[in-house]
């Protein structure tokens, strides 16, 4: 006679032939899915870090002449600064890019199929580095 047990939520995973935890640096993701996580981390990069430092640094500079001309003194004689401030500017340009391009497919101006969406991903970094460049010639 056989004795059955209680199947757990774990064993009952653990029976299944599927995946339980897919780690993404293994598996090799169309570079479509790699824009759209990209695009989650830096909605999430935005928010925690380049508001909060925007809105310190605009009310910093805000305040009167001699601090705006305090901080832009220090900006301009401080490399790691001006690289704190592009990183940010292009963690925020990159979301712009990538948001574009998930709202024209969104609204159905892209084609839902995947050599369109690897085609709209290639011209996104495309258009993104170049930007890119162009920013940090600017900021630099």
Known sequence: RKIHKKMTFVTFLMTQNRPVNINLFK???????????????????????VLPVSAYTLSLIFQNQESYDTFLAYYSNNLSIKLTFLFLVLIFQYHIFTGIRHMLMDFHLLEESLSVSHKSAVLTIFLFVINAMVTAWVML
Not at 27 to 49: E, V, W
């Open 27 to 49: 598996i090799k993701l169309p570079l479509s899915a790699f824009l759209s996580i990209t695009h989650r981390i830096s909605g999430i990069l935005i928010f925690f870090i």
